[in-house]
Every structure is written in structure tokens, then in C-alpha cells.
Nanobody, 124 residues
Framework: QVQLVESGGGLVQAGGSLRLSCTAS????????MGWFRQAPGKEREFVAT????????YYATSVKGRFTVARDNAKNTVYLQMNGLKPEDTAVYYC?????????????????WGQGTQVTVSS
């Protein structure tokens, strides 16, 4: 069983930055691929970024590539999402997720555990 707790969300002006953190409990974190997803009001949940178990491989949605960076610290059981150059269209609830697999995946159905989400609001 893995429990995930996100933090770091908030209100920021367009062009600003935020760093989200997701801390996991459970001994399997270091062997799990991790992902970030987001859901805006009235829209479906969408993939944002993923990182493999070691941190050596990452993959991003086209809409955030070059602006967002995903990283992890297995010693701290934590995965991060650094968000720079934020835009109003980035406004959403952001969720982290853990997969039983070690490899990166953008498919939500392949993630077994989800956090409660953290709100990110970008004002224009």
C-alpha cells in the first residue's frame, strides 16, 4: 500500500513559478514510476509528466514540455514538479500517482495509487 500527499499548490500570476511536492509512504516508492496529472474544471484528467524509478528517464506532455521539470529523491520518498512560465491554462488540480511498474507511462490506468490533489491557480 502506498499513500501519496501532494503540497505546494497555490495562486500565482502568469509567468510565475511553483514547485509541487509529492511525498509517499510505503517501501516500494523507490521501485515505482511516478506521474503527475491534472484536471481542470469541466475537463478530463490529463497527463502532465512521468519519471521512471531511478529518475533517469522522464516524459512530458507537449503542453508543458520546456516549462515543467519532474524530478525525484528516493531517499526522501518524494517526487517534485517544478513549474515555470505558468499560464492561465495550467490552472487545475494537480495529482501525483504511483505505478507498480518501474518504467515511465503516460496512461492513467497504469497508476495504482493517487494523491488527493493540490490546487494550482494561475491568474492572467
Amino acid at each position: 500500500q502506498v499513500q501519496l500527499v501532494e503540497s505546494g499548490g497555490g495562486l500565482v500570476q502568469a509567468g510565475g513559478s511553483l514547485r509541487l511536492s509529492c511525498t509517499a509512504s510505503g517501501r516500494t516508492f523507490s521501485r515505482s514510476a511516478m506521474g503527475w496529472f491534472r484536471q481542470a474544471p469541466g475537463k478530463e484528467r490529463e497527463f502532465v509528466a512521468t519519471i521512471n524509478w531511478s529518475g533517469a528517464f522522464t516524459y512530458y506532455a507537449t503542453s508543458v514540455k520546456g516549462r515543467f521539470t519532474v524530478a525525484r529523491d528516493n531517499a526522501k520518498n518524494t517526487v517534485y514538479l517544478q513549474m515555470n512560465g505558468l499560464k492561465p491554462e495550467d490552472t487545475a488540480v494537480y495529482y501525483c500517482a504511483a505505478s507498480a511498474a518501474q518504467l515511465t507511462t503516460a496512461t492513467a490506468a497504469r497508476y495504482d495509487y493517487w494523491g488527493q490533489g493540490t490546487q494550482v491557480t494561475v491568474s492572467s
